[in-house]
T-cell receptor, first 115, second 113 residues
Framework: DTGVSQDPRHKITKRGQNVTFRCDPISEHNRLYWYRQTLGQGPEFLTYFQNEAQLEKSRLLSDRFSAERPKGSFSTLEIQRTEQGDSAMYLC?????????????FGPGTRLTVL | AQSVTQPDIHITVSEGASLELRCNYSYGATPYLFWYVQSPGQGLQLLLKYFSGDTLVQGIKGFEAEFKRSQSSFNLRKPSVHWSDAAEYFCAVVLYNFNKFYFGSGTKLNVKP
């Protein structure tokens, strides 16, 4: 049983470039979440999907950010025209909504550095 | 406003000593409560969780946490710390609909030999 995987693990880019991250959730998990974690802080919620539908987006998710989950399996998070303030760890989590409890399992994260 | 507070940014304890990490939350109702641990460059690993019932919950790696409704607290404890426990610890809450986690800012634990 594999856990949540994220690719790449590290990304260094220049300001103004576009980047795309991928998250593969645990098989059969119908919910997928994206969080951002900056240095010295806890993760902050960005958005989540139930199957392929994006059900909620945080105010943190500016127009430059877009997330998709086209077939209800893997998800991508794209950041356009990156800024230095986008440097952070981007965490993905997945869960199976079944019954009352819904535990989220986290991936190892993608660390983005914008120069 | 909803919030999760971890008042201690850094804690240093000697190996073998006891540990308590504090967490307070501010919500209208009792949320579901979690503790996660994160090693450098790694993702989050669940230590334990509280949904309801017995207010003292046991987790992995010898950790336990106690929910105190009157104090809106969910403090993490370990009777004897090991060097491998050095990491960052996050308290988190989820509201009943489980749509998203709210995390505290974390407590970084150093363990002296």
């Amino acid at each position: 049983d594999t856990g949540v995987s994220q690719d790449p693990r590290h990304k260094i880019t220049k300001r103004g470039q576009n980047v795309t991250f991928r998250c593969d959730p645990i098989s059969e998990h119908n919910r997928l979440y994206w969080y951002r974690q900056t240095l010295g802080q806890g993760p902050e919620f960005l958005t989540y999907f139930q199957n392929e539908a994006q059900l909620e987006k945080s105010r943190l998710l500016s127009d430059r950010f877009s997330a998709e989950r086209p077939k209800g399996s893997f998800s991508t998070l794209e950041i356009q025209r990156t800024e230095q303030g986008d440097s952070a760890m981007y965490l993905c989590a997945s869960s199976l909504v079944a019954g009352k409890y819904n535990e989220q399992f986290f991936g190892p994260g993608t660390r983005l550095t914008v120069l | 406003a909803q919030s999760v507070t971890q008042p201690d940014i850094h804690i240093t304890v000697s190996e073998g000593a006891s540990l308590e990490l504090r967490c307070n939350y501010s919500y209208g109702a009792t949320p579901y409560l979690f503790w996660y641990v994160q090693s450098p460059g790694q993702g989050l690993q669940l230590l334990l969780k509280y949904f309801s019932g017995d207010t003292l919950v046991q987790g992995i790696k010898g950790f336990e946490a106690e929910f105190k409704r009157s104090q809106s607290s969910f403090n993490l404890r370990k009777p004897s710390v090991h060097w491998s426990d050095a990491a960052e610890y996050f308290c988190a809450v989820v509201l009943y609909n489980f749509n998203k986690f709210y995390f505290g800012s974390g407590t970084k634990l150093n363990v002296k030999p």
